[in-house]
């Protein structure tokens, strides 16, 4: 593996999992109050467009970090428009 494929992996995997606590936090309290939903459609969004890059380029690094971005995202923006939609009372 090149060393540039090393720093890519190494790059996709930290900005990737830096979602992580996020998700499992709101997963937990299912509130998404504090985020905005604004920031979720364009990260969702570019995200979306890397990963269409990455696919298009064959880069392994682009790939996986952005298909795990998109999901990641994808669950966040689920709980945030359900909770503008259906808000509790």
Do not use: H
């Not at 979602?19 to 998404?32: D, E, K, L, N, Y």
């Amino acid at each position: 593996m090149e060393f540039n494929q090393v720093i890519g992996l190494i790059a996709a995997f930290l900005t990737t999992t830096a979602f992580v606590p996020q998700v499992i936090r709101t997963v937990r309290t299912r509130s998404t109050r504090d985020l905005s939903l604004g920031m979720f459609l364009m990260t969702f969004t570019g995200t979306c467009c890397w990963l269409i890059y990455g696919l298009l380029i064959g880069e392994l690094p682009v790939i996986l970090a952005n298909t795990f971005t998109v999901a990641f995202s994808f669950i966040l923006l689920f709980y945030k428009t359900r909770e503008i939609l259906f808000p509790k009372k």
